[in-house]
Nanobody, 127 residues
Framework: QVQLVESGGGSVQAGGSLTLSCTGS????????MAWFRQAPGKEREWVAH????????AYGDSVEGRFTIARNNALKRVYLQMDSLKPEDTAMYYC????????????????????WGQGTQVTVSS
């Protein structure tokens, strides 16, 4: 059984930084693709970033490109999200997701493409 636990959320002023971590437990194969999504109140879950199994491929949503960085440590089954230059519109619950499937060497950006999810960690950015 796969479990994902996020940490690192909190409150920060605009322009500040936070680093989120997500640690998984379960079979290594379950953590092929790892991603971060976020969901603000009243909005749909939004893909933020993902990273491929060998950490050779990363991709970011347009709203966070250039400000956020995703990384992983396969030995620890951990994925990170470094968030810089935070904006009030980044305020949301952030979720870690993992899946064993790789789509043509890449990861999907669809929430439906991820089987396993963490409980989320809240990020609040004040202006």
């Amino acid at each position: 059984q796969v479990q994902l636990v996020e940490s690192g959320g909190g409150s920060v002023q605009a322009g500040g930084s936070l680093t989120l971590s997500c640690t998984g437990s379960g079979s290594t194969e379950s953590f092929a693709c790892m991603a971060w999504f976020r969901q603000a109140p009243g909005k749909e879950r939004e893909w933020v970033a993902h990273i491929t199994p060998g950490a050779l491929g990363t991709a970011y949503g347009d709203s966070v490109e250039g400000r956020f960085t995703i990384a992983r440590n396969n030995a620890l089954k951990r994925v990170y999200l470094q968030m810089d230059s935070l904006k009030p519109e980044d305020t949301a619950m952030y979720y870690c997701a993992a899946d064993s499937r790789v789509w043509g060497g890449d990861c999907t950006i669809s929430p439906q493409g991820f089987r396993d999810w963490g409980q989320g960690t809240q990020v609040t950015v004040s202006s």
